[in-house]
């Protein structure tokens, strides 16, 4: 079955400062790939996700890459700022059912002032 | 629109004892998820349901736990016998499944305390 791991698990930024959470799957046969957020206490909300026939897609201060022939994707966060201090989790996704939709372990992003 | 809803939010019960959480998923979204989240861990995928199929049952961690779907809609998560390790928070989630890959809409979760 697909396996994803996720770094790091807890991550410490600058206000305004950029970051960076990493993923690799292992099934090449994954085509989708989510990101949910977690605020504390609260439910994940997808954030953004893309799909394998693109390598990158932007939604204002947040983009994910796509790296096929690596199996790696990732999550950027331009201008950080204190709301995007939650753990975040990647997913990969063959469209199989529930088994084909595999989270990683999740990043504690903390934002300092 | 109404999201997924999970009762109760909180749940506190003694060691021995069997628990029901309930999730009533978006209306129209065929499939149903049952997740496990430890405190600050990851989410551990406990059963799915997909319309009339038969559910997949795979990540249930014993026989003590069981789940079902009455009319393609409501589901329901009971774990006999509480054990202490039990204690996590439980996510229902639902997508649409009218296309591939749609994304899963999260409920609040159920936080059950087994003491």
């Known amino acids: 079955g697909e396996n994803v791991e996720q770094h790091p698990s807890t991550l410490s930024v600058q206000e305004g400062d950029s970051a960076v959470i990493k993923c690799t799957y292992s099934?090449?046969?994954?085509?989708?790939f989510p990101w949910y957020k977690q605020e504390l206490g609260k439910r994940p909300q997808l954030i953004i996700d893309?799909?394998?026939?693109?390598g990158e897609k932007k939604d204002q201060r947040i983009a994910v890459t796509l790296n096929k022939t690596a199996k790696h994707f990732s999550l950027h966060i331009t201008e950080t700022q204190p709301e995007d201090s939650a753990v975040y989790f990647c997913?990969?996704?063959?469209?199989?059912?529930?088994?084909?939709?595999?989270f990683g372990k999740g990043t504690h992003l903390i934002i300092q002032p | 629109g109404a999201g997924v809803s999970q009762s109760p939010s909180n749940k506190v019960t003694e060691k021995g004892k069997d628990v029901e959480l309930r999730c009533d998923p978006i209306?129209?979204?065929?499939?149903l998820y049952w997740y496990r989240q430890s405190l600050g861990q990851g989410l551990e995928f406990l059963i799915y349901?997909?319309?009339?199929?038969?559910?997949?049952k795979s990540g249930l961690p014993s026989d003590r736990f069981s789940a079902e779907r009455t009319g393609g809609s409501v589901s329901t998560l009971t774990i006999q016998r509480t054990q202490q390790e039990d204690s996590a928070v439980y996510l229902c989630?639902?997508?649409?499944?009218?296309?591939?890959?749609?994304?899963?809409?999260f409920g609040n979760g159920t936080r059950l305390t087994v003491t």
């Open positions: 989630a639902s997508s649409l499944r009218g296309q591939d890959n749609s994304p899963l809409h």
């Open positions: 099934d090449s046969a994954s085509n989708y």
């Open positions: 893309i799909r394998s026939n693109v």
């Open positions: 997913a990969a996704s063959s469209g199989g059912g529930a088994d084909g939709l595999t």
């Open positions: 209306s129209g979204h065929t499939a």
């Open positions: 349901f997909q319309g009339n199929s038969a559910p997949d």
